[in-house]
């Protein structure tokens, strides 16, 4: 088993615009599915991301407020799931309500070891 890191890009003005009761009903699809994932083991971690932050430049010697990126290159959470081969959390990443969004995608990256780096 590896570990695969899903980054969720996009949907934030899609979202932004439904009505409170539309919101409370998407998270708890979310929750349903992160619950999915969970109960199979395959969820080992995640949250969503504060739309503000900052950013770290030559070696600290620059600082500026951020990230400012735009839709679908604003990530907006994260979750780590376990699975077998970069195909089977490909096909885990399919189940994710953010597709609900037009334009949104998830970006789906093998977190490797320090061992034998």
């Known amino acids: 088993m ?9 949907g934030e003005k899609a979202f932004q615009k439904l009505s409170q009761e539309e919101k409370q009903a998407h998270m708890e ?10 109960e199979k083991g395959q969820l080992l971690d995640g949250l969503p991301l504060a739309e503000d932050g900052k950013v770290v430049h030559q070696k600290g ?12 290159e ?16 490909v096909e ?6 953010i597709f609900d ?4 995608f998830v970006e789906v990256r093998e977190i490797i070891t320090m061992d034998g780096h």
């Open 2 to 10: 590896s570990n695969f890191l899903y980054l969720f890009r996009g």
């Open 29 to 38: 699809v979310w929750g349903e599915w992160m619950g999915g994932l969970k």
């Open 61 to 72: 010697e620059l600082v500026t407020n951020g990230p400012f990126a735009e839709g679908a």
């Open 74 to 89: 604003m990530v907006g959470g994260y979750l780590i799931v376990s699975a077998n081969t970069m195909d089977e959390a």
């Open 92 to 97: 885990i990443s399919k189940g994710c309500p």
């Open 101 to 104: 969004y037009e334009g949104s």
